[in-house]
């Protein structure tokens, strides 16, 4: 069976991946700073990011390690930059260096935030061109991948990430001005009888092209299973706008879509500097190397209704028969 350890396996996307290859057969090791709160259905490795032999010890028996933990206070990372840039760019670098040291596949989780938001369905061959520091940071985790593990380590770009936590009763936040807990934002307040604001104006990421967080898993279980490398965009096949998915969540959960809204952000919901108005990515290379066939927006909400009636997860990729 193969080993797979996840850094971030208590956040929001790495729970996701964790369960998705658990149902596809893996053995899932997660790496943390402590011991959790609540048992989790995957083993736990306490693990001293700070140190790559520890990192590398975390990582014994494992054929790959994704590395999904990042921290999410943006004010500290802003204001901190020496704290954000080892956050981010220096954990890359240790992970990475661990997993080299143990021949561990590295695949990195980086974001469509990477793009400035000029161009649409934008090539899993573009390097990227950050307009704030969160995107810059994971640009510059990218490079990491590419300079220290160029034949063997996997850059996966995602973005508008849809899904339900796996280790948290409730979603870690509502709305943002990005596309992340969209989705579930807008079910959780129509069924409560809430109306729902849509936000816009030019501070908000108003086009992306959406991910499943069990989707995610997924595809990543063919990326180590092929043993591929390189940069994969795992998104939809289609790109849509925040008024667009939110009618599409409606007709697809049945909500009624005549709660919806139309406003700007409250000030303090706004990101601490511009972010890209179009952050969709071209998934096209991605599904041939994958050997994938089409997955419509509509199909993974589909697979997302599912997950919130059964607390399941559903993604749409199987695992190769090998």
């Known amino acids: 069976m193969t080993k797979v350890a996840i850094t971030g396996s208590t956040g929001f996307v790495g729970g996701n991946i964790a369960a998705a290859l658990m149902q596809l057969g893996f053995e899932v090791v997660g790496l943390a700073r402590q011991t959790p709160e609540s048992e989790l259905p995957w083993e736990v490795r306490v693990v001293n990011f700070q140190e790559e032999a520890s990192i590398a010890n975390g990582l014994d028996g494992c054929q790959a390690v994704i590395h999904c933990a990042i921290h999410n206070d943006f004010n500290k990372l802003v204001n901190d930059r020496v704290f954000a840039y080892d956050s981010f760019v220096g954990m890359t670098q240790r992970v990475t260096r661990a997993a080299n040291s143990t021949k561990a596949q590295v695949i990195y989780i980086s974001s469509d935030w990477i793009m400035d938001g000029s161009s649409h369905f934008t090539q899993e061959s573009d390097p990227g061109n950050p307009i704030n520091f969160y995107g810059a940071l994971k640009s510059l985790g990218e490079q990491v991948i590419r300079d220290l593990a160029p034949d063997t380590g996997a850059v996966c770009r995602i973005g508008g990430v849809m899904g339900l936590h796996r280790t948290r009763k409730e979603m870690p936040r509502g709305q943002d001005v990005g596309f992340g807990y969209f989705v579930a934002s807008i079910v959780q307040a129509i069924k409560a009888g809430n109306e729902f604001t849509v936000w816009t104006g030019e501070r ?89 066939g089409p997955a419509s927006l509509e199909d993974l909400l589909n697979s997302f209704k599912v997950e919130w009636e059964t607390g399941n997860v559903a993604p749409l990729t199987k695992r190769l028969v090998r």
Do not use: W, Y
């Open 204 to 292: 908000v990421n108003q086009i992306a092209t959406p991910s499943l967080a069990s989707e995610i898993g997924a595809q990543i279980a063919r990326i180590i299973d092929l043993k591929l490398a390189g940069t994969f965009h795992l998104v939809c096949d289609e790109a849509v706008t925040r008024m667009k998915l939110a009618e599409l969540t409606c007709e697809i959960f049945g909500l009624d879509s005549r709660k919806l809204r139309i406003g700007e952000p409250p000030e303090e919901a706004l990101f601490p500097s511009g972010v890209p108005i179009d952050s969709s990515l071209s998934n096209r290379e991605t599904k041939k190397r994958l050997q994938l």
